[in-house]
């Protein structure tokens, strides 16, 4: 099993590193670019800078609760206590993302009509629907969990 956590892991910390590139290099820049060809939209610059860093805060603490869980399942404790809140911290990120976009994606579809753009608007909606969709999926293993854990414990207390 740690082979395939060991693998898990590092993909985790893949996807870490892309999002931190983009933090650090990428948005500043493309913040700043928007603004001075559009600059209509310039003092929207700061609001999406903060909803992206954010955005991105919270996905790195969903990949850290992510890498807990892991680290449980390689210590044996997976039905246990800590894996629940794991996952009950994941579906919060999970929330949080979409809630994030939620609010933007007024802003977003303005821009996108603007600028003819309709792409724009579609990268806010997936993102979103797609946080949806794994805060949904942590709620559900969170309850099965929750399940497992109650019925091991029924079932240690008859022996």
């Known amino acids: 099993m740690k082979r395939e956590t060991l693998f898990l892991k590092v993909v985790i910390f893949l996807m870490v590193i892309p999002v ?31 909803a992206m860093f954010a955005t991105a805060v919270t996905y790195i603490v969903a ?8 680290n449980y399942i390689d210590k044996n404790i997976a039905f246990s206590e800590l894996s629940v809140k794991a996952l009950k911290n994941i579906k919060y ?24 753009a309709p792409g724009l608007a579609g990268i806010g909606l997936v993102t979103m629907f797609g946080s949806i969709v794994i805060a949904v999926f942590a709620a559900v293993l969170q309850k099965l969990l929750k399940n497992a854990i109650d019925i091991k414990s029924e079932n240690d207390l008859t022996v």
Do not use: N
């Open 20 to 50: 931190l590139a983009v933090c650090i290099f990428v948005l500043p820049e493309l913040s700043s670019f928007v603004a001075e060809i559009m600059p209509k939209f310039a003092y929207l610059q700061y609001p999406f800078l903060i």
């Open 63 to 70: 990949l850290y609760q992510a890498l807990r869980l892991l």
């Open 93 to 116: 990120c999970g929330i949080t993302i979409s809630s994030l976009y939620l609010v933007c994606m007024p802003i977003l579809f303005y821009m996108a009509e603007v600028d003819d």
